[in-house]
């Protein structure tokens, strides 16, 4: 699977204004609150990865978050998420970052922020195990050491996929999957606004690259065990799973 296809999804107008509309509308899911308000204190120097038009860093700004650099792989998201922090941040005189960045070839020097977030399943549409396995490394070098990782992404063990995923092994077996995935997990979700690539993952896997990358588990739990949403979120995002890391000092 080519990046292009989520790059080209993502950059499409009505996508942008899909993102827009729950910027504006849904804002910072309480899940993202109270797990940043617990592991990320205020001072830190925060990378949002995938921000699309800037939901989660806006809500952070507006909870006292004053060092935010707001990132994503789709020029037109980035655009977009500079008009809202225009429009409705407040104008005291906090570091507001923004930039185009692949996540697997950060720009940024080593050591340079205390959290990165990866919200909304971003990570997980990454094509190819080994690309997000190198975004991972590349999350963890732009960490100090001890900085906090935060993500979501789709579990292929969640009780509301398994027989998805038992057909699909059944056509993996037979040959009669889609030629154009490369890992068990990936599917190509259609939606109204067109295609896009997302994997779901088996939690050992991701347990793995990220010890792998030189990040510690600190807490791993599907968003709906962690508290209870609001009809908007659940209607814009069905049940993902958390995973908060902490970056290790390198192996001797």
């Not at 609150?33 to 205020?42: A, S």
């Not at 205390?114 to 396995?133: H, S, T, V, W, Y």
């Not at 056509?171 to 599917?187: H, I, P, T, V």
Request: charged share 30%.
């Amino acid at each position: 699977m080519d990046d292009f296809v989520n790059k080209k999804f993502f950059s499409r107008d009505d996508v942008v204004l899909e993102y827009a509309r729950a910027t504006a509308n849904i804002g910072l899911w309480e899940s993202e609150r109270l797990l940043i308000e617990k592991f990320v204190p205020r001072s830190a120097k925060i990378l949002e990865l995938g921000a699309g038009t800037g939901r989660v860093s806006l809500g952070l700004r507006k909870i006292g978050y004053a060092d935010l650099t707001i990132t994503d792989f789709a020029p037109p998201m980035i655009e977009t998420a500079k008009f809202f922090f225009a429009e409705k941040a407040t104008t005291d005189p906090a570091k507001i970052r923004f930039a185009v960045e692949d996540a697997t070839a950060l720009s940024f020097a080593k050591n340079s922020f205390d959290a990165a977030i990866f919200a909304f399943n971003g990570l997980q549409m990454i094509p190819k195990r080994e690309r997000r396995k190198t975004a991972l490394r590349e999350i963890a070098r732009v960490l100090r050491l001890g900085g906090i990782f935060i993500f979501t992404g789709h579990d292929q063990t969640h009780r509301a996929r398994q027989q998805y995923w038992r057909d699909e092994r059944t056509r993996w077996e037979n040959g009669s999957r889609d030629k154009a995935l490369d890992d068990f997990g990936d599917y190509n979700h259609a939606t109204p606004r067109g295609t896009m690539f997302i994997h779901a993952a088996v939690p050992a896997d991701v347990e793995h690259d990220l010890a792998e990358a030189g990040f510690a588990i600190i807490m791993s739990q599907l968003r709906s065990e962690i508290c209870d949403e609001s009809p908007a979120v659940c209607e814009f995002s069905d049940d993902t799973r958390f995973w908060v890391c902490k970056k290790n000092p390198p192996q001797q």
